[in-house]
T-cell receptor, first 113, second 115 residues
Framework: SQTIHQWPATLVQPVGSPLSLECTVE??????LYWYRQAAGRGLQLLFY??????ISSEVPQNLSASRPQDRQFILSSKKLLLSDSGFYLC????????????FGPGTRLLVL | AQSVTQLDSHVSVSEGTPVLLRCNYS??????LFWYVQHPNKGLQLLLK??????LVKGINGFEAEFKKSETSFHLTKPSAHMSDAAEYFC?????????????FGTGTRLTIIP
């Protein structure tokens, strides 16, 4: 069966520090991968999606970047965190080829101070 | 362009009474529609999905939703609320023919269950 992992589960970082959040998927090949952010009291905002290794599409301009160095690994990064980067970050995967259900990881709660 | 509106940001019901969470959507194509649930500090779990088959969709935990094209609605219901249903619920739409599986999420409805 497929599983999706995210780490760390929680993170407290000072403003201006770098960020690296990791997401890995097991049990499937060539998944579509997604990063979402959920700010307090708001819905989910799609940040990045990837249909393959090295293929990243950005949905909104921001202080973050994403990379996909391996088929089942998706990394969310920042060189310098802002206060507004605080939120709950969710990674998701789906199997491509049409409209498919997305399956979400447990999330990472980021607090920037 | 697709969009989804969840009409209530917060719904409170007593345990054992019916639940109704409202969702309206707009879509340029034949949409796929989903309901996800998020328990506190947890990731999202799929409750149910509609993908142009039966308009009444049954999901997990006793939830169901009815796709009504004429009303552009996909409301989520449950006959009898349980305390464990307390969570945030997201209505989600995705267009066919989009080329990739981008989902558009509603802003969520927080469901509170009163003992």
């Amino acid at each position: 069966s497929q599983t999706i992992h995210q780490w760390p589960a929680t993170l407290v970082q000072p403003v201006g520090s770098p960020l690296s959040l990791e997401c890995t998927v097991e049990g499937t090949s060539n998944p579509n991968l997604y990063w979402y952010r959920q700010a307090a009291g708001r819905g989910l905002q799609l940040l990045f999606y990837s249909v393959g290794i090295g293929q990243i599409s950005s949905e909104v301009p921001q202080n973050l970047s994403a990379s996909r160095p391996q088929d089942r690994q998706f990394i969310l990064s920042s060189k310098k965190l802002l206060l507004s980067d605080s939120g709950f970050y969710l990674c998701a995967w789906s199997v491509g080829g049409g409209i498919e259900t997305q399956y979400f990881g447990p999330g990472t709660r980021l607090l920037v101070l | 362009a697709q969009s989804v509106t969840q009409l209530d940001s917060h719904v409170s019901v007593s345990e054992g009474t019916p639940v109704l969470l409202r969702c309206n959507y707009s879509s340029s194509y034949s949409p796929s529609l989903f309901w996800y649930v998020q328990h506190p500090n947890k990731g999202l779990q799929l409750l149910l999905k509609y993908t142009s088959a039966a308009t009444l969709v049954k999901g997990i935990n006793g939830f169901e939703a009815e796709f009504k094209k004429s009303e552009t609605s996909f409301h989520l219901t449950k006959p009898s609320a349980h305390m464990s249903d307390a969570a945030e619920y997201f209505c989600v739409v995705s267009d066919l023919g989009f080329g990739n599986e981008k989902l558009t999420f509603g802003t969520g409805t927080r469901l509170t269950i009163i003992p």
